[in-house]
């Protein structure tokens, strides 16, 4: 049974920084994609950031582009989101994600973690 494990997540003034950590444990191979979704109230869940695990390559919504970076160690089957210059908008629930193809598609999702901005 694989589990996404989330942490980082908690209170921060406008302008500050966090980095969320998110580990796969279980068995789990052949992940593709390595993302970072947020869910703020009353909206729908948005895609923040993505990384392609063969090739490193990263995508960013518009809104945490130049002040949020992802990353990931291949070896630990973990995913980082580095968050920097914080807003009172970036205020949500972050999920883990990650997708995989071994015989048939797959993906899983962790369990949240809270992020709040304070102005």
């Known amino acids: 049974q694989v589990q996404l494990v989330e942490s980082g997540g908690g209170l921060v003034q406008a302008g500050g920084s966090l980095r969320l950590s998110c580990a796969a444990s279980g068995s789990i191979i052949g992940i593709d994609t390595m993302d970072w979704y947020r869910q703020a109230p009353g909206k729908q869940r948005e895609l923040v950031a993505r990384i392609f695990t063969k090739t490193s390559i990263t995508n960013y919504a518009d809104s945490v582009k130049g002040r949020f970076t992802i990353s990931r160690d291949n070896a630990k089957n973990t995913v980082y989101l580095q968050m920097n210059s914080l807003k009172p908008e970036d205020t949500a629930v972050y999920y883990c994600?990650?997708?995989?193809?071994?015989?048939?598609?797959?993906?899983?999702w962790g369990q949240g973690t809270q992020v709040t901005v304070s102005s």
């Open positions: 994600h990650i997708m995989g193809f071994i015989v048939k598609l797959y993906d899983y």
